[in-house]
């Protein structure tokens, strides 16, 4: 009696051609379950803070929070915003946006998770957040004519490569 060996065996008792199946089965239960979870787009990518050290963080920390009251309609409506409160040298300037593909609620959520990761950064200057869906800045100074500043277009390409990489996987496993 000749044993055949087969390494796609799952269970002695299904056939070849059956446990190729049942492999491509729980292989796909298990991208599907991965795909679910990452497509809440609130994963946090990167998050780095500045050095310097603001003056009074009790302050600064107000300014913050009033800036998000006003910011967060702007970022439900246009998934975008930006705004500035206090007074120098305890002012800040925030600014954040949302990726494109996602819905105002979505854009909403993701907002409301960056903006209470950055203060991990107080009491320095500010800092950047960046979430699978958006992404946040804060400083004590205005920042928002800067095209880039150093790390910015080797982190954009990697996020654009990692996107790009995991949607090509996505296509090939299930199609379009």
Do not use: W
Request: with cysteine; hydrophobic share 40%; net charge neutral.
């Amino acid at each position: 009696m000749k044993i055949q060996k087969n390494p796609i065996f799952i269970d002695p008792l299904l056939p070849p051609s059956m446990a190729g199946a049942a492999l491509l089965i729980i292989f796909s239960l298990i991208v599907i379950s991965v795909r679910s979870y990452a497509d809440t787009r609130l994963d946090l990518v990167a998050r780095s803070c500045e050095t310097t050290t603001v003056q009074n963080k009790d302050d600064y920390l107000k300014n913050y929070e009033s800036i998000l009251q006003k910011m967060e309609p702007e970022m439900y409506r246009n998934k975008f915003a930006f705004n500035e409160a206090g007074k120098p040298p305890d002012k800040i300037y925030v600014l954040s946006q949302c990726m494109n593909d996602l819905s105002s609620v979505e854009c909403a959520q993701c907002f409301a998770r960056i903006s209470n990761i950055l203060p991990a950064c107080f009491p320095t200057t500010g800092g950047r957040v960046y979430l699978d869906g958006c992404f946040i800045r804060a400083n004590n100074y205005s920042f928002y004519r800067e095209v880039t500043a150093d790390g910015d277009i080797n982190f954009i390409y990697l996020l654009i490569v990692v996107r790009l990489i995991y949607n090509m996987l996505l296509n090939f496993l299930f199609g379009d």
